[in-house]
């Protein structure tokens, strides 16, 4: 969490995708007839992957 002044606001880490031409078109369609934003139709995709990957639960143990 960072603060400017005295509001606090979450720096949320990015990423780049590569997509081909015809993904491109067949997201940006999908979200004019879904009248939703390129963005929220790509993380309800990944976190539909996460929960079905069940990586929700996942942990990382150190070595011992």
Known sequence: ICQIGSVPFVVMPRITVELSVEEHRALKLLTI??????????????????????????EVKGKQ
């Open 33 to 58: 007839l879904e009248g939703k934003k390129l963005g929220a139709v790509l993380k309800e995709a990944i976190n539909s992957y996460l929960v079905q990957k069940g990586a929700h639960d996942l």
